[in-house]
């Protein structure tokens, strides 16, 4: 079967505010190649500075910055990067950025649902962790019944699929099981805005930020920060309502998929012998009685 050549994504909006944002968060002095001092108009560096560093023209970088990505080498993309001082996330953001303005034969294409038989045998073989499957938009599409027990108050939303999304911007009740609301909010904006810049075919995607940009302010002023973010392990604390306040590792990584779709395990774990360990084994007691779906009945939900 041949599939279609599909335009290449505009995106010069998206590339202008990312390089512009990351420009104008160095100062000369950061930057140890330039000369500071003198009135400066503009925060940060300006547009022939970063040329300098990059080993470029100015006239070549400012119309990088405008956007016309499409064809640049990877050399020169990587020069921008060690000239902005993009770390691991950002500079794969740019070269996500500079793709999705090439022509592809990717599709446009919606989110698939539900994970192969054997990833949720093995999300089941996990009893004293919580684990669970996330697509790029942050649906849960498998779960354990520990992850189900924690994200318990995601799941009973009767509106939608479990998205975690949704219910952090949505849903008042987020505000109190985060014990830190606004960095987790910070964090799932950056994931997503990483995905945008992945998968900019994923219509699903694009919907939801739209949704979310109409109806909540704090998504939109986030959503603008441009912030990115490669989510692979650190601690974490909810305020669950049944059992109170956990504090667990979590390890993230990628599932491999057959189509260009992301699929990301996520396993969260108590520390041996501390007091979230027993609060856990009083959660997995609680899911337990408290009537949890069986695997697959609430993520598969639209």
């Known amino acids: ?97 500079a793709r999705a303005a090439r022509p592809t034969r990717a599709p446009q294409r919606r989110s698939r649902a539900g994970v192969p038989p054997r990833v949720q045998w093995m999300l089941d073989s996990m009893t004293s962790s919580a684990a669970f499957v996330a697509n790029g938009r942050m649906d849960i599409v498998a779960a354990n019944p520990l992850a189900r027990a924690l994200y318990s108050p995601v799941f009973d939303e009767p509106r939608w699929r479990a998205n975690i999304a949704r219910f952090q911007f949505l849903d008042p009740r987020a505000r109190n099981y985060h014990t830190d609301w606004g960095a987790a909010a910070n964090v799932t904006v950056a994931l997503l805005r990483t995905e945008a810049g992945r998968d900019p075919h994923d219509r699903d995607l694009r919907e939801l930020v739209g949704e979310l940009s109409t109806v909540s302010e704090e998504f939109r002023t986030r959503w603008a920060a441009h912030e990115v973010r490669i989510h692979h392990a650190g601690t974490k604390q909810f305020r669950h309502p049944a059992v109170g306040t956990l504090e667990l590792v979590y390890h993230s990584l990628d599932l491999p998929t057959q189509d260009h779709g992301k699929l990301v395990l996520t396993v969260y774990t108590a520390e041996p012998g501390s007091p979230s360990e027993d609060a856990v084994k009083l959660l997995a007691s609680w899911g337990a009685t408290a009537g949890q779906h069986q695997p697959g009945s609430t993520v598969d939900r639209v």
Do not use: C
């Not at 009135?39 to 300006?46: A, F, N």
């Open 1 to 97: 079967m041949v599939r279609r050549t599909v335009d290449p994504v505009d995106n010069r909006a998206e590339i202008r505010d990312f390089l512009a944002s990351r420009r104008a968060r160095i100062t000369p002095e950061q930057a140890g190649r330039l000369p500071g001092g003198g009135r400066r108009r503009v925060p940060g560096l300006r547009r022939e500075e970063v040329a300098v560093l990059a080993g470029v023209s100015t006239d070549w970088y400012t119309r990088l910055e405008k956007g016309h990505i499409a064809g640049v080498s990877e050399d020169v993309l990587e020069a921008v990067a060690r000239a902005l001082q993009l770390d691991e996330a950002e500079r794969t953001h740019l070269f996500d950025l």
